[in-house]
């Protein structure tokens, strides 16, 4: 069985010898840096013919519907959240769920249920994205961990979905056994705006939205409502201790111009938990969608499992 799963995981992560170099991160608990470097030889990448999911909703009373897809399988769970606007067919989704498939086929007990989905107001599911709020998309993904996973729950959140899998772990601890956080966002929305010049402040408020340059938009900029905010300045997170005490892993590229990865040595030294591990990648950026970076990240989510079976064992 052992020699099964090794073989599902080397079709994906071809080269363990990451070279990683931990630096001691002075006097905090267990806390370590993991400077990530590119793999000695080139990586397999995703199949040929991908087996697909087929799309289904959430039906919510007095809440808009969530578009979801779901792999069923053994636990423990993974659940991807998206970043701001993005969708869960994106790169990071498509990839994890190829590799949750191959792992599944392995070693099935090993493998988990996996289901990515979309925010209200985004992609397939209902809603206004215009009326969207960050303490909204908290009861999304609650909701998702409430009535679609099944057993204890690996949370994988993509940059602002990486501040919303922090809530997630908080108020859902009994479900939430760890957490991959990938160019984890926390705070970060609040604290570009606080950093504006006041002027430029008083005329958002006084438009009611955020023109946000950025380079990953079509348009140049995100038009961030500025009760969007407002709103979520009631669910920032560093400027206080942060009760997680589940293992973290904290990726981030040090070529990151959204959020710097100095957001992720917060986040890991916020939370109370012992078991954390921040790993940068010099060359990479916000999106960390290359064929490197979605190769550490499945090695990530591999060894995660693998850890948490040792201990349930």
């Not at 020699?3 to 267990?30: E, K, T, Y």
């Not at 990938?182 to 958002?204: G, M, R, S, W």
């Not at 201790?241 to 959020?259: A, E, F, Q, Y």
């Not at 960390?288 to 850890?307: P, S």
């Amino acid at each position: 069985m052992a020699v099964a799963r090794l073989a599902a995981v080397a079709a994906w992560v071809p080269c363990r010898s990451w070279g990683w170099a931990a630096v001691p991160f002075g006097p905090h608990r267990g806390l370590s840096v993991l400077l990530a470097r590119i793999p000695q030889r080139a990586p397999r990448w995703l199949p040929a013919c991908r087996q697909k999911t087929s799309l289904s909703f959430l039906n919510r009373p007095d809440l808009p519907n969530l578009a979801y897809k779901k792999l069923k399988g053994k636990s423990p769970g993974i659940i991807f959240i998206p970043g701001y606007l993005s969708y869960m067919n994106g790169t990071k989704a498509l990839a994890i769920e190829e590799f949750c498939k191959s792992l599944g086929h392995a070693c099935i007990r090993f493998f988990s249920p996996f289901s990515r989905f979309d925010y209200s107001g985004v992609g397939s599911s209902d809603g206004n994205s215009e009326e969207s709020t960050l303490g909204k998309w908290r009861k999304d993904v609650l909701s998702i961990i409430d009535d679609l996973a099944d057993g204890p729950q690996i949370l994988v959140g993509s940059s602002l979905g990486g501040w919303l899998m922090l809530h997630a772990a908080i108020a859902r601890p009994e479900k939430v056994v760890a957490l991959i956080g990938v160019a984890t966002a926390a705070d970060t929305l609040v604290t570009k705006f606080n950093q504006l010049p006041v002027e430029l402040k008083k005329e958002v408020e006084m438009k009611g939205v955020w023109s946000m340059p950025s380079k990953y938009s079509e348009e140049g900029v995100y038009n961030v409502q500025y009760s969007f905010i407002k709103e979520a300045e009631h669910h920032c997170l560093l400027h206080s201790p942060i009760p997680v005490n589940c293992p973290i892993r904290l990726l981030h590229g040090m070529k990151d111009d959204i959020v710097p990865w100095h957001t992720s040595m917060q986040v890991a030294d916020r939370v109370l938990s012992t078991d954390v591990d921040v790993i940068l990648r010099k060359h990479s950026d916000h999106r960390m969608r290359e064929k490197a970076d979605i190769q550490l990240l499945v090695y990530t989510i591999d060894d995660l499992i693998d850890k948490l079976s040792t201990i349930v064992n």
